[in-house]
T-cell receptor, first 117, second 113 residues
Framework: NAGVMQNPRHLVRRRGQEARLRCSPM?????VYWYRQLPEEGLKFMVY????????ESGMPKERFSAEFPKEGPSILRIQQVVRGDSAAYFC????FGQGAIANEAFFGQGTRLTVV | DQQVKQNSPSLSVQEGRISILNCDYT??????FLWYKKYPAEGPTFLIS?????DKNEDGRFTVFLNKSAKHLSLHIVPSQPGDSAVYFC????????????FGKGTKLTVNP
């Protein structure tokens, strides 16, 4: 059973370009969470999605950031017009349950390290 | 406003001794607490958790203690091993663990042989 797969592992973008980060959840998991870790910081929640639905996007910046989890394919975190402050590690976690789940059921991917130059 | 605080950025212990990592929280709605271990260039790995209805949970060498009145929890690792060297994150959740995780900044543990 493959774990949570994130790609690319490393992504370099110039200021103003778009960044697309992909997350394939574990088999049988239909709930995906995105977290961002800035340098020297802990992970901060961004968004929680189920298939085709955004459940909680309270941690997403209001502009330039969007996320989706289509019926088929991976979850995508999209950052438009990237700026230097977007440089961070972006982690995806998946779980088989959503509301009422226990947090330790969530498994994290290895992350995508975004560098904006 | 940091709701979960890990005030020690780093900790160094000798192999075989006890490692104690501390975590404080401010949000009274948190009722489920977790510790994650993270190696460089990898994602966090779940280590151990505790519900607010308990004050202790043990799993092998790892024990988590919860003091609700002080809003404080700690992770004890005994005996410490060099392979335990990693960054440890404390995380908290509300609604019995079904709400999003709120993480501390982490403590880097180094276990010296």
């Amino acid at each position: 059973n493959a774990g949570v797969m994130q790609n690319p592992r490393h992504l370099v973008r110039r200021r103003g370009q778009e960044a697309r980060l992909r997350c394939s959840p574990m088999k049988g998991h239909s709930h995906v969470y995105w977290y961002r870790q800035l340098p020297e910081e802990g992970l901060k929640f961004m968004v929680y999605l189920q298939k085709e639905n955004i459940i909680d996007e309270s941690g997403m910046p209001k502009e330039r950031f969007s996320a989706e989890f289509p019926k088929e394919g991976p979850s995508i975190l999209r950052i438009q017009q990237v700026v230097r402050g977007d440089s961070a590690a972006y982690f995806c976690a998946s779980s088989p349950f959503g509301q009422g789940a226990i947090a330790n059921e969530a498994f994290f991917g290895q992350g995508t390290r975004l560098t904006v130059v | 406003d940091q709701q979960v605080k890990q005030n020690s950025p780093s900790l160094s212990v000798q192999e075989g001794r006890i490692s104690i990592l501390n975590c404080d929280y401010t949000n009274s709605m948190f009722d489920y607490f977790l510790w994650y271990k993270k190696y460089p260039a990898e994602g966090p790995t779940f280590l151990i958790s505790i519900s607010s209805i308990k004050d202790k949970n043990e799993d092998g060498r790892f024990t988590v203690f919860l003091n609700k009145s002080a809003k404080h929890l700690s992770l004890h690792i005994v005996p410490s091993q060099p392979g335990d060297s990693a960054v440890y994150f404390c995380a908290a959740s509300a609604q019995g663990g079904s709400e999003k995780l709120v993480f501390g900044k982490g403590t880097k543990l180094t276990v010296n042989p």
